[in-house]
């Protein structure tokens, strides 16, 4: 079974500084793929980031960049120049071998001060 | 490209009731799959329908069951509504790459049921 743990259940950071929202994992799977997804208030789940276990270099994507260390099985994520509009609950997931199934950890929510 | 869209976007029925919501993917897409969002467990994967067959389902009970048209389009339904199953029922469908990983799935606004 797979299971991801995030650590924080709230943050706050302060506007154009940057955060880690951490996310630790566990599996037994050879290859899996990390997804780090957004949901603001609306409910709407947003993609941010993906890191696949065989890739060699950390992903990026614009101002969010994952930092993936893979024996220490964390895989957090990197938040440049916050934004108010940042202000949500962040989500790690990891997905089956098959690659049709996330598993989500508890969230972390994120809140931008002005 | 439009997203993807579910039906009705709110919901509020009674327990003992049965409810069916709809899911329609982006086009192209063939994997369409369901998640539960509540306060208490989070998110959990419901099932995942591809080319009109479940290929994956999470660990609920059986009043909960789903299909996939030939259009992709896909139903959940739940029967026999009980107060736990109030929650935001998140449908996502993703292009399946082959080799099977990093399909990123896509996620629709949701249906919030509110059992009473």
């Known amino acids: 079974a797979q299971k991801i743990t995030q650590t924080q259940p709230g943050m706050f950071v302060q506007e154009k500084e940057a955060v880690t929202l951490d996310c630790t994992y566990d599996?037994?799977?050879?290859?899996?793929?990390l997804f780090w997804y957004k949901q603001p208030s609306s409910g709407e789940m947003i993609f941010l980031i993906y890191?696949?276990?065989?890739?060699?270099q950390n992903a990026t994507e614009g101002r969010y960049s994952l930092n993936f260390q893979k024996a220490r099985k964390s895989a957090n994520l990197v938040i440049s120049a916050s934004q108010l509009g940042d202000s949500a609950m962040y989500f790690c997931?990891?997905?089956?071998?098959?690659?049709?199934?996330?598993?989500f950890g508890g969230g972390t929510r994120l809140m931008v001060k002005p | 490209k439009a997203g993807v869209t579910q039906t009705p976007r709110y919901l509020i029925k009674t327990r003992g009731q049965q409810v069916t919501l709809s899911c329609s993917p982006i086009?192209?897409?063939?994997?369409v799959s369901w998640y539960q969002q509540t306060p208490g467990q989070g998110l959990q994967f419901l099932f995942e329908?591809?080319?009109?067959?479940?290929?994956n389902k999470g660990n609920f009970p059986g009043r909960f069951s789903g299909r996939q048209f030939s259009n992709s389009r896909s139903e959940m339904n739940v029967s026999t509504l009980e107060l736990g199953d109030s929650a935001l029922y998140l449908c996502?469908?993703?292009?399946?790459?082959?080799?099977?990983?990093?399909?990123?799935?896509?996620f629709g606004p949701g249906t919030r049921l509110t059992v009473l």
């Open positions: 599996t037994s799977d050879p290859s899996y793929g």
């Open positions: 086009s192209g897409h063939r994997s």
């Open positions: 329908y591809f080319s009109e067959t479940q290929r």
């Open positions: 997931a990891i997905e089956n071998n098959a690659g049709n199934m996330l598993t």
């Open positions: 996502a469908s993703s292009l399946v790459l082959a080799g099977g990983l990093g399909n990123e799935q896509f």
């Open positions: 890191q696949g276990s065989y890739d060699q």
